[in-house]
């Protein structure tokens, strides 16, 4: 099925390790976006991109770095984890015209130690 | 600072009851409101937004929401819940920001349905 794709689902890392996570979508989709979601929290953004090329912070970028080297591709990296990074992640896309993240992925679970 | 607060963290529904689910911004103009589901295990999916005109506005599986200026709300109702409808919903607010729009999301309502 089209849609957004998050790998991996799950991953366990120890402080200080790094890694990153991916997004693909196969929408054609211009915007991309990054969220996390902790409990009673909603999610909050921590990057976007309107485009192959482009990237901008959103509300909480510190600690996360992205890129968007391909239009269908959006990274997440995390240089240097920390445990106030576990939480789970969400990657979404949109049209241009559409305001808002239109689809999203089933999340990433990521657990720092 | 725009902001979105959902009072109701957890609703309990009996199967075939009425649903409404509460959320309240606060924001100098007319906003972007979005209703969003989440399922368990699963990311978020958009139910319903509201741009400008008619204030009540439909979505799908059955849900609508109404715009209400003078109150600051844009409550999302369902006149009989299903079984399936069990999940967390949460309200967003869009503001524009740059060329795009920044949702700030309300910190979500989580709907049981009893059978």
């Known amino acids: 099925n089209a849609g957004v794709t998050q790998t991996p689902k799950f991953r366990v890392l120890k402080t200080g390790q790094s890694m990153t996570l991916l997004c693909a979508q196969d929408?054609?989709?211009?915007?991309m976006y990054w969220y996390r979601q902790d409990p009673g929290m909603g999610l909050r953004l921590i990057h976007y991109?309107?485009?192959?090329?482009?990237?901008a912070k959103g509300e909480v970028p510190d600690g996360y770095n992205v890129s968007r080297l391909k239009k269908q591709n959006f990274l997440l990296g995390l240089e240097s984890a920390a445990p106030s990074q576990t939480s789970v992640y969400f990657c979404?896309?949109?049209?241009?015209?559409?305001?808002?993240?239109?689809?999203f992925g089933d999340g990433t679970r990521l657990s720092i130690l | 600072a725009q902001s979105v607060t959902q009072p109701d963290i957890h609703i309990t529904v009996s199967e075939g009851a009425s649903l409404e689910l509460r959320c309240n911004y606060s924001?100098?103009?007319?906003?972007?409101l979005f209703w969003y589901v989440q399922s368990p295990g699963q990311g978020l999916q958009l139910l319903l937004k509201?741009?400008?005109?008619?204030?009540l506005v439909q979505g799908i599986k059955g849900f609508e929401a109404e715009f209400k200026r003078s109150q600051s709300s844009f409550n999302l109702r369902k006149p009989s819940v299903h079984w399936s409808d069990a999940a967390e919903y949460f309200c967003?607010?869009?503001?524009?920001?740059?060329?795009?729009?920044?949702?700030?999301f309300g910190k979500g309502t989580l709907l049981t349905v009893n059978p």
């Open positions: 979404a896309s949109g049209t241009q015209h559409s305001n808002q993240p239109q689809h």
């Open positions: 929408m054609n989709h211009e915007y």
């Open positions: 991109s309107v485009g192959e090329g482009t990237t």
């Open positions: 924001y100098g103009a007319t906003p972007y």
């Open positions: 509201y741009f400008s005109g008619d204030t």
């Open positions: 967003a607010v869009g503001l524009r920001w740059g060329s795009n729009y920044k949702l700030t």
